[in-house]
């Protein structure tokens, strides 16, 4: 499938997704969640695809912002409606068994930030920088900002970084556990593929299921969550790449998977 804004190249089972805007340094305007909706949906039901790398085109940008030039003119019930499209592409990504991995190459602001939270975790540029301006323009984050950061890193620090809308370094990201590497730019991309590789190449149903597990689980009590982990679990057992997997390491050889 074509997409006016997205970009995806496939190889040894690792998708990238690069959001190609660079002359909105990547903002993602209405046209660009449909596109990344239906993308994500076509990689979701494409077995080759066995994990997503998503990235921003251009040299300055990751996406530097959902988009102010649309957002200006926009009713109370359409700025609504648009941080609910927005909120589908995120909750999609939570939901989706495909792991999603953001590579953080410049700017991740506003909905930016909230496109990398969306993703399962984040490399990033050591010329990233992170941040939520969205009370400079009188606004608040509006695609899970407020819910994912503050999940992630705490009330406090999720508080100080939206209430103030200051710009944090890559650095300050790692330290405050946003980012789990930073990497030299031109390292970057080869750095998330080759995680996404590694990742494709193990018993991806079980990925898949761990996913599910972590992101649901954190919206139950553990006791529930510990139940769901092990029903999963059982459900692991009905596979062939289970038998696969096991039977490989009795007989010492390398597992190979297929993913059912
Ligand atoms: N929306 C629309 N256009 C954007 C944009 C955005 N979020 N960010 C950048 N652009 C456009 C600029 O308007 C400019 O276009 P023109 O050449 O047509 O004027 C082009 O991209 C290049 O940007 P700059 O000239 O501003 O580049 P810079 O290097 O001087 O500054 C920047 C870079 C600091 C990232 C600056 O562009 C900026 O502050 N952008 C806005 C960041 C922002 O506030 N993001 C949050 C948006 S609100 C939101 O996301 C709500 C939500 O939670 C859903």
Known sequence: MEFKNLLIEMSDGVATLTVNRPQALNALNSEVLTELECALYGLEQDAGAKTVVITGAGEKAFVAGADIKEMAAMTSYEGHQ?????????????KMHTPVIAAVNGFALGGGLELAL?????????KAKLGFPEVTLGIMPGFGGTQNLSR????NRANEMIFTGKVI?????????????????????AKARETAAAIAGVGTLGVGYAKD?????????????????????G????????????EAFVVKRKAVFQGK
């Open 82 to 94: 648009f941080a609910l499209k927005g909120q589908r592409v995120m909750l999609f990504m939570e």
């Open 118 to 126: 969306g993703c399962d975790f984040i490399y990033a540029s050591a």
């Open 152 to 155: 992630l890193i705490g009330p």
């Open 169 to 189: 370094t890559a650095e300050k990201a790692l330290a405050w556990g946003i980012v789990n590497e930073v990497f030299a730019p031109e390292e970057l991309l």
């Open 213 to 233: 597990a972590i992101a649901n689980g954190l919206n139950m009590t553990k006791e529930d969550g510990f139940r769901y982990e092990a029903s999963l679990f």
């Open 235 to 246: 459900v692991l057992f009905a596979t062939a790449d289970q038998k696969e997997g096991m």
